[in-house]
C-alpha cells in the first residue's frame, strides 16, 4: 500500500514529476558529452552510466527525511553518473576531467577512500555533487575502480553493510574478500606503471641503438620496427620491377625470430646485415619473371629469415616451420618451402 507523504514532500515530488522529461533527456546527452571528452583526451573507462531516480525511490528518500530539503534543489542524487575506470589511478584522472566539465559542490563531496579506518576493508569511491548544467538542480557523480565496483555490487547483494546482524565468521570472509581485491585493484596499478616504465627505457634503448642490451620480446621488438630495420631491403627488392611497397604488420616475425635463437635485437640486427645480400638474391630470383608492381613490405623479413634458415642447413623443414609460424600448419607450407630450397640451391650466397 502506497503511503501518504506530508503536503511537503508531496510538492517536492510534484516539482520532480514536472523536471522528469528534462532529467532524462540530460542524462543522456551528459553521458555523450562526457564519453566525446574521455575519447578526444584518449582515457579509457570500463563503464559509463547515467540513471534518474525513479519516483518510488524519492518518495521513499523523502518519507524518511523530507523535512530535511526546502525543494527539489536540495536533493543531490536526482540525477546520477557513474564512471567505472580499469585502474584505481585513473579516477583521479577522470575525476580532472569532470572538475573541467562541472561545478563542483565541494561541501557535499566526498573521498571515501580517504575515510577508511585503517584496520578496515571496504567500499572505495569518489562522489562528486555537480550543478546540472542549464537546470537549478544538483547531480551526483560516482567515480571508482572496476575492482571497487565489483566490491560495491558483493557488498550490496550480500546485505553486509545492511545494519543486520551477521555471524562474525561471514564478516571476516567478506573482509578477506574486500581485502584480496584492494590489494588486486593496487597491484594491478603498480604493473601498469612499471610496464610503461619498462616501454620507455626500451624505447630509449632503441633508439640509442645500443640493440644488445634491449631484449627480444613484444616490446622492444615493436620499438625496433618503428626504425624501419627492412626498410632498405623493401626498397632494393621493389626497385627491380619500380612496385610500391605496401605496409602489412611486421609483428608475427617476432616469433619466426624467436624460433631462430635470437635473444636480443642486437641477434636480429645481426641477421638482417648478414643475410641481407642472400634475402636480395631470392627475392631477384622469384621476381625475375614477373611484373608485380605491388610488393608486401613483408618481403624483406620473410626473404631474410628464409636465407638464414638456408644458410644454416635448415632446409626444406626450417623453411616450412617459418610460414607455419607466419601462416599456421598446412600442407601448402610443404609445397612451397620445396620450390624455395630447390629454386635457392643454386644461388650465389648459398655456396659462399
Not at 635473444?263 to 608485380?292: N, P, R, S, W
Request: glycine residues 6%; proline residues 3%.
Amino acid at each position: 500500500m502506497k503511503k501518504l507523504l506530508d503536503p511537503h514532500s508531496e510538492a517536492i515530488l510534484d516539482e520532480y514529476r514536472k523536471y522528469l522529461p528534462q532529467f532524462k533527456t540530460i542524462a543522456a546527452q551528459l553521458t555523450n558529452m562526457i564519453s566525446d571528452c574521455f575519447s578526444n583526451a584518449g582515457i579509457r573507462v570500463a563503464g559509463l552510466e547515467s540513471r534518474v531516480k525513479t519516483e518510488s525511490s524519492l518518495a521513499g528518500k523523502l518519507e524518511l527525511k523530507g523535512t530535511k530539503y526546502k525543494s527539489l534543489a536540495d536533493i543531490t542524487d536526482v540525477l546520477g553518473l557513474r564512471i567505472i575506470t580499469f585502474y584505481r589511478d585513473d579516477v583521479d584522472i577522470v575525476a580532472s576531467v569532470i572538475e573541467r566539465l562541472f561545478e563542483v559542490d565541494w561541501e557535499n563531496s566526498v573521498d571515501k577512500r580517504k575515510i577508511l579506518d585503517l584496520d578496515t576493508f571496504g567500499y572505495l569511491s569518489l562522489h562528486y555533487v555537480c550543478r546540472i548544467p542549464d537546470m537549478p538542480f544538483r547531480m551526483e557523480v560516482q567515480m571508482r575502480s572496476l575492482l571497487q565496483h565489483a566490491w560495491a555490487n558483493l557488498n550490496h547483494d550480500t546485505g553486509y553493510k545492511s545494519g543486520l546482524e551477521i555471524p562474525k565468521e561471514y564478516i571476516r570472509n567478506m573482509n578477506r574478500l574486500a581485502g584480496m581485491l584492494e590489494l588486486a585493484d593496487e597491484q594491478f596499478s603498480r604493473i601498469r606503471t612499471e610496464l610503461t616504465d619498462y616501454r620507455r627505457r626500451v624505447q630509449t634503448l632503441v633508439k640509442s641503438g645500443n640493440l644488445n642490451d634491449a631484449p627480444l620480446d613484444g616490446e622492444t621488438f615493436k620499438s625496433y620496427l618503428e626504425l624501419d630495420p627492412f626498410g632498405q631491403l623493401n626498397r632494393r627488392i621493389a626497385a627491380m620491377n619500380q612496385a610500391e611497397i605496401q605496409d602489412v604488420p611486421l609483428m608475427p616475425y617476432l616469433a619466426v625470430f624467436k624460433n631462430m635463437g635470437c635473444i636480443t635485437l642486437g641477434d636480429v640486427a645481426c641477421i638482417i646485415k648478414d643475410y641481407f645480400e642472400g634475402a636480395y638474391q631470392i627475392a631477384c630470383f622469384q621476381m625475375g619473371l614477373t611484373d608485380l608492381d605491388i610488393l608486401a613490405s613483408s618481403v624483406g623479413p620473410q626473404n631474410i629469415c628464409i636465407a638464414y634458415t638456408l644458410k644454416n642447413g635448415g632446409g626444406k623443414a626450417g623453411i616450412r616451420n617459418i610460414f607455419d609460424i607466419l601462416n599456421g600448419p598446412s600442407e601448402s607450407n610443404d609445397m612451397m618451402a620445396g620450390l624455395i630450397v630447390e629454386q635457392s640451391k643454386n644461388l650465389p650466397f648459398m655456396n659462399q
